[in-house]
T-cell receptor
Framework: TQLLEQSPQFLSIQEGENLTVYCNSSSVFSSLQWYRQEPGEGPVLLVTVVTGGEVKKLKRLTFQFGDARKDSSLHITAAQPGDTGLYLCAGYASNTGKLIFGQGTTLQVKP | ETGVTQTPRHLVMGMTNKKSLKCEQHLGHNAMYWYKQSAKKPLELMFVYSLEERVENNSVPSRFSPECPNSSHLFLHLHTLQPEDSALYLC?????????????FGPGTRLTVL
């Protein structure tokens, strides 16, 4: 069974702090996506990373795909209350082409 | 309407009821998906349709029955559900249903089975 392990599962921080969320697997992924889901809504795609070692920036969010394409991280600089939500990583498995989701990281940013 | 819409947004049903969830996408996509989202568990893919043909059924119990009458509409028919089926049911669509496609999600139906 292919699994994506996200850590931490829950994170509560003060506004202005930095944080990193990790997504790890023993499987290789052809691409990896990060989604954010707010209460009462479906997940919304933030970014897709495709190349091993790739780094993408989206304002205060930095996404990295591991060299071996088995892991990824999301770093948020100077978190704001608007960043609060459930962050999901999802990878397209190289061998099956299926999209596998992690269990999510719930982020709470307090003003 | 834009994007992916789902109705109803909330549903409470007894174990002997029959109900249907509806999903509509306004993006011109060819693939549609049903996912189940339970607390503290990864999203579980239930069904995939591509060009109105079911291409994946992830060992979902027969009490869940999907229907895709055209590329814009997807239904999930429910009957004799169990309390453990209570979850958020998400519909998604993508351009072609191939690996690497961006999936666009609807807001979900929050289902409670009593």
């Amino acid at each position: 069974t292919q699994l994506l392990e996200q850590s931490p599962q829950f994170l509560s921080i003060q506004e202005g702090e930095n944080l990193t969320v990790y997504c790890n697997s023993s499987s290789v992924f052809s691409s990896l996506q990060w989604y954010r889901q707010e209460p009462g809504e479906g997940p919304v795609l933030l970014v897709t990373v495709v190349t091993g070692g790739e780094v993408k920036k989206l304002k205060r969010l930095t996404f990295q795909f591991g060299d071996a394409r088995k892991d990824s991280s999301l770093h948020i600089t100077a978190a704001q209350p608007g960043d609060t939500g459930l962050y999901l990583c999802a990878g397209y498995a190289s061998n099956t082409g299926k999209l596998i989701f992690g269990q999510g990281t719930t982020l709470q940013v307090k003003p | 309407e834009t994007g992916v819409t789902q109705t109803p947004r909330h549903l409470v049903m007894g174990m002997t009821n029959k109900k249907s969830l509806k999903c509509e996408q306004h993006l011109g996509h060819n693939a549609m998906y049903w996912y189940k989202q339970s607390a503290k568990k990864p999203l579980e893919l239930m069904f995939v349709y591509s060009l109105e043909e079911r291409v994946e059924n992830n060992s979902v119990p027969s009490r869940f029955s999907p229907e895709c009458p055209n590329s814009s509409h997807l239904f999930l028919h429910l009957h004799t559900l169990q309390p453990e089926d209570s979850a958020l049911y998400l519909c998604a669509s993508s351009q072609d249903g191939i690996a690497g496609d961006e999936q666009f999600f609807g807001p979900g139906t929050r289902l409670t089975v009593l």
